[in-house]
């Protein structure tokens, strides 16, 4: 699933290619791509079609446009596959393409999405914290790379978890936009398992934590994002490839980059955390 810095790249493409251009035309070919817009893909289509798009915008995992009507949002779920891309109008069409947009440039919004977990939804624009969000965004908070993201306060809620520090950073509601993978990163980079309470510690190792957390987002933004298969690429089609700079994520058994002992894979919410055991030491139980 994509993660922060990955839907940053969509959010700059979509910025550069589609923002300033009026929708012509919606078709919808998949009804799962809509499932979220409740009162349908015929209501989704009429609604869209002659909006101008004003603004790609973000929060954390969270991805809109807004238009030239008020208060109206286009909220993008990428889900485990999603993929925005803008082609021109006479391209093939993929295989996957269950929404597609027409612009008054001459080419396409397509909306790609092979496991079809994601999809297009209409949601009102709410004022939250001073910014305005989509209805369903409002309860996400700011991620590392807003500009008015406070770590002060992401520090002080932290403190007041019992829950184990991994778990926390993938709380949207705490601090949004790290998965799995950036959470590894940086908790590899801070040299702290991820099991640890979060309660348990102290105030300049949890900066020193969301300081790792925001550089390595920012250094797999510079990179374009992290892809491992076709699943994820920008609106140009291109895919990410700061995986080749992972330090921790999917490096079971490869000696760790700082001390050399072997990486460790251990099951973690249903998923997988990697870490190494000489550098990243386990709490005491």
């Excluded at 291109?238 to 330090?247: A, D, T």
Aim: hydrophobic content about 40%.
């Amino acid at each position: 699933m994509p993660e922060l810095p990955e839907v940053e790249v969509v959010r700059r493409g979509l910025a550069e290619h589609v923002v300033g251009r009026a929708v012509e035309s919606v078709t919808v070919k998949h009804p799962r791509s809509v499932r979220r817009h409740l009162p349908g893909a015929d209501d989704l289509a009429a609604r869209l079609t002659g909006l101008r798009v004003e603004s790609a915008q973000r929060r954390g995992k969270f991805l809109w446009l807004t238009f030239d009507e008020p208060d109206t949002s286009l909220v993008v779920h990428l889900g485990m596959s999603g993929q925005m891309l803008v082609q021109p109008a006479d391209a093939p069409l993929e295989k996957h393409a269950h929404i597609i947009a027409g612009l008054d440039s001459g080419r396409q919004l397509r909306f790609i999405d092979q496991r079809t977990f994601g999809g297009w939804q209409l949601a009102d624009l709410v004022e939250v914290d001073g910014s305005l969000v989509p209805d369903s965004a409002a309860h996400i908070a700011r991620d590392p790379l807003d500009p008015l993201y406070d770590p002060d306060r992401v520090v002080k809620a932290l403190r007041a978890k019992q829950s184990e520090i991994k778990r926390v950073l993938l709380d949207q509601t705490v601090i949004s936009g790290v998965g799995n993978i950036y959470a590894d990163e940086a908790l590899w980079r801070a040299g702290i398992h991820g099991e640890r309470v979060a309660a348990k510690l102290t105030r300049p190792v949890l900066h020193s934590l969301l300081t790792e957390v925001q550089t390595v987002m920012g250094e797999a933004l510079l990179a374009g994002g992290t892809s491992f298969d076709a699943l994820y690429v920008n609106v140009n089609g291109q895919s990410g490839y700061f995986e080749r700079s992972l330090n921790a994520y999917g490096r079971e058994h490869e000696p760790c980059r700082r001390c050399g002992a072997p990486m460790v894979r251990e099951k973690f919410m249903n998923r997988s955390s990697f870490s190494c055991p000489r550098c990243q030491a386990r709490p005491r139980s």
